[in-house]
């Protein structure tokens, strides 16, 4: 264990910690254009480029450290990575697959960059870095051809290169923890998980990870079908630092999903909603008074130990709940008798009884 690790679940078990906010939601307040995204570098770039958002850790880095800086001010202990996309299997979209370890290298290092100026300017609050890791958008588990439901666009081992080309450029930029996030495949999750314990053992580092599945209906089911129990009894023997929900719905819709996980996870939960559903206009309508009163409810209840917000959080958003939730205990780590837990889309557990 890293003393930047030791560091950071010390603070954990003292503290609800506190995740930044949207990314994405702060770009478009922006209104970049084309030329932004370019940049110089990129300017007879035969594809658009706009709305490729990672790729401003390069052509725009001023309002990507402007952005982490606003959340950090805003009292996150934890900034996530511009990297959410950053994976060749994502950037084929913009045929800028060779850009892929490039795009991890510098997005984890201006992370750092900023994260590091405001843990000098309040030492008594270190800022940690979190790897982005979005879940791609292919998917593993489902055929994309109703005609074929064997087919897939990619291959288990092609997803498993993908992500350990992302996961061993975040830990070159200097990244405190492995986040990964909006987990809709489980087997993608899978593929997440196993490529960053071979980037470890590869480069003779170990970081905490942090997992965070993301439900697709009030079901309470991510796209591969499974329940939130489910999916931790898939992912448990990753030993994660954390295991959360983000995205999918506002709080108050979120909540008996994250009171589920809260049930059975023997580790750390994350949680960060959107800021509300999309209305007609695809903006959120949720307030940092209404979310972080949500959210106080949640961490006086005892489910939380990192909170944060996703799509459509700003900073405002952010520091609602940082003082919402300031002095409220942790939610304390579960242990639980030993049995066999299996899942496959529901979960089942097999106690001995004898």
């Known amino acids: 264990m890293t003393n930047k690790t030791k560091l950071l679940s010390d603070i954990a078990d003292k503290r609800i910690l506190v995740m930044d906010g949207a990314m994405g939601t702060m770009i478009q307040k ?32 001023d309002v990507i450290a402007d952005i982490h800086s606003a959340f950090l001010e805003a009292g996150a202990d934890i900034l996530e990575t ?47 870095v979190a790897g982005s890791i979005g879940p791609t958008n292919k998917t593993l588990s489902i055929s994309p051809d109703v005609n074929n439901p064997g087919f897939r666009e990619v291959t288990f081992d092609e ?17 405190d923890i492995i986040l990964i996030e909006t987990v ?39 796209l591969s079908g499974q329940t939130v129990e489910a999916f931790w009894y898939s992912v448990r023997h990753a030993k994660p630092f954390t295991v959360g929900l983000n995205c999918a719905f506002g709080a108050d819709k979120l909540r008996p999903h994250a009171v589920a996980l809260s049930a059975v996870a ?16 695809g903006e959120y309508d949720e307030t940092p008074e209404t979310m972080a009163r949500q959210l106080k409810e949640w961490a006086e209840e005892g489910l939380l130990n990192i ?13 609602a709940i940082a003082k919402a939730v300031e002095g409220v205990a942790p939610r304390k780590v579960k242990s639980f008798a030993p049995a066999m837990r299996l899942s496959g889309i529901d979960p089942i557990t097999i ?4």
Request: aromatic residues 8%; negative net charge; glycine residues 8%.
């Open 307 to 319: 909170v944060g917000g996703c799509c459509g959080t700003t900073p405002d958003h952010i520091a």
């Open 30 to 61: 922006r209104k970049l254009q084309e030329a932004d995204f370019r940049g110089e570098r990129f300017k007879d770039w035969p594809t658009d480029l706009k709305g490729n958002n990672d790729l401003l850790t390069i052509t725009r880095p």
């Open 184 to 222: 809709f495949d489980t087997l993608n999750a899978k593929a997440a998980i196993f490529a960053t314990q071979e980037a470890f053992e590869k480069l003779g580092v170990t970081l905490p990870v942090m997992l965070s599945c993301t439900v697709t209906d009030m079901s309470g089911r991510n």
């Open 159 to 175: 997803v498993v290169e993908a992500y350990q080309e992302q996961v061993e450029g975040l830990i070159e930029g200097g990244v």
């Open 351 to 354: 106690i001995n009884a004898a």
């Open 266 to 281: 023997d580790t750390r939960v994350a949680i960060y909603p959107n800021a509300g559903l999309p209305n007609e206009m």
């Open 82 to 128: 511009n990297t959410f996309n950053s994976t060749k299997i994502s950037l084929a979209d913009y045929d800028m697959q060779a850009m892929a370890r490039e795009l991890n290298i510098e997005g984890a290092k201006l992370a750092r960059r900023v994260a590091d100026e405001w843990t000098a300017k309040t030492p008594d609050k270190p800022r940690f």
